[in-house]
């Protein structure tokens, strides 16, 4: 197979070896009886972040039912299964608690590679759950507050009966090469000074998602680009998106032309200027839990330094 098409695998938060249970998300004594199952496990976010674990087995700190008092959240979710075992998340309000109860927590964008394949699925679950209720809170159709139904995969409107469930928006973003084969790599107007990574935007209505790697490239960069190749997706709840990942390469002759809007900067890499860059500090690259990050080693041929990322 071509290298260029060869799929990404062990994306940092796609690796959810979770069973989801659905048939149960909507049996209330089948819930009951588990949440009052000893061996339940229990997660607690606080403003997405979790305690972390002090076990060898666990990255993450895991609570019992019993440890959890109705006071202490607004949202209560069923994740799934792991051997067997029943999993909730309960989330606390999106407003900021002291600062000092959260030294001791971390959030997904930190621990994600570093946590197992169930770990990793159960907190991308849990987190994209409390972010889409705290945003949904009332009906899209006549304003009414809603209430969560099905163990928080869906809300329902007491007024009209409309159902809602959890969204999810794609997005691509797509690591473009020339045909010197450097790799294009932007900083976003918002980001800091330094801090690089691959071009990315939203799907848009009607569109494809190859359709939409090209637009996105084009009016980012002004690059045009073809042979779009699919190489993976992972979720990316901050706050509700799949990123589908993407190889692509500019058509000769294209040349950088920023939008000055989104992108404020973009260079074409080659491997060696990659380096170089980095090791200088003139580039900082996205964390390893990132598909940008994976979309990059992909190109370079393998693992890059961890210091060389955004701090």
Not at 192 to 197: A, G, I, L, N, R
Not at 211 to 235: I, K, N
Not at 289 to 306: D, K
Request: net charge negative.
């Amino acid at each position: 197979m071509n290298a260029n098409r060869q799929l990404l695998a062990g994306l940092a938060l796609a690796r959810g070896d979770i069973d989801r249970a659905a048939e149960h998300r909507d049996d209330i004594q089948w819930l009951s009886d588990s949440w009052a199952h000893a061996d339940t496990r229990v997660l607690e976010l606080i403003n997405g972040t979790v305690e972390l674990g002090q076990s060898a087995s666990s990255a993450i700190a895991w609570l019992s039912p019993t440890d959890v008092t109705q006071a202490d959240w607004t949202d209560l979710f069923f994740l799934g299964k792991v051997d067997a075992v029943a999993h909730f998340a309960v989330a606390s309000p999106l407003e900021a608690p002291d600062a000092e109860a959260l030294l001791a927590r971390s959030g997904l964008r930190e621990i994600g590679s570093t946590l197992s394949d169930a770990e990793a699925g159960l907190l991308t679950t849990a987190v994209a759950l409390a972010n889409w209720h705290a945003t949904h809170r009332r009906c899209p159709r006549c304003g009414t507050p809603t209430e969560s139904i099905s163990a928080g995969w869906a809300r329902r409107c007491p007024a009209d009966e409309s159902l809602h469930f959890p969204r999810t928006d794609p997005a691509v973003i797509a690591l473009v090469v020339d045909a010197d084969d450097r790799a294009l790599l932007g900083r976003q107007v918002a980001w800091p000074e330094h801090f690089f990574s691959t071009l990315a935007g939203f799907v848009e209505a009607g569109e494809s998602a190859e359709a939409a790697v090209r637009r996105e490239v084009f009016e980012e960069s002004g690059v045009e680009v073809d042979d779009v190749t699919y190489l993976g997706s992972q979720p990316w709840p901050f706050p509700a998106s799949l990123m589908l990942g993407y190889h692509a390469r500019a058509v000769p002759g294209s040349e950088i032309r920023v939008d000055g809007t989104e992108i404020a900067e973009a260079y074409w890499y080659s491997r060696e200027e990659l380096v170089t860059a980095c090791k200088s500090g003139e580039v900082r690259l996205p964390s390893s839990v990132s598909i940008a990050r994976r979309l990059i080693e992909r190109w370079f041929g393998s693992e890059l330094p961890g210091e060389w990322s955004r701090p």
